[in-house]
């Protein structure tokens, strides 16, 4: 069941990602924009990619890339936030939402990590 809230909420925040891009490019700000927009969206595409895997390592070193993705993702938005690109709501809003996104990574890789027998 938190794999399907996973790829739902990675999928949505993609959504809202791409949202802030639009916003941001309207505003002639295209570097930090082009990065969020990679590793925002990125974070789905792996947690995706997880569920074809070949066998368990496979399978955890996709979601720790979604990890690392949703890792630059949250700085990226503290980033446009300190430098006013965002507003305060906006970014505690995506912020929250990557941040939980990043809990349930953390969570299913251990988790996996657990049943496999490996090392946490």
């Known amino acids: 069941m938190q ?40 974070i789905g595409a792996n947690i995706r990619e997880a569920q074809y895997a070949h066998g368990k390592p496979d399978f955890i070193a996709k979601l720790q890339i979604a990890l690392k993705e949703a890792s630059e993702t949250g700085y990226w938005l503290e980033l446009l936030y300190r430098t006013g690109y965002i507003g305060e709501q906006t970014y505690k809003t995506l912020d929250s939402v990557c941040s939980s996104i990043r809990v349930m990574l953390i969570s299913s890789i251990n988790t996996t990590k657990q049943n496999s027998g490996e090392e946490l």
Request: net charge positive.
């Open 3 to 42: 794999e399907s809230k996973l790829r739902t909420q990675s999928l949505d925040f993609a959504v809202s990602i791409i949202d802030l891009v639009k916003d941001l490019k309207a505003k002639h700000e295209s570097t930090i924009s082009n990065q969020i927009g990679r590793s925002g969206t990125s």
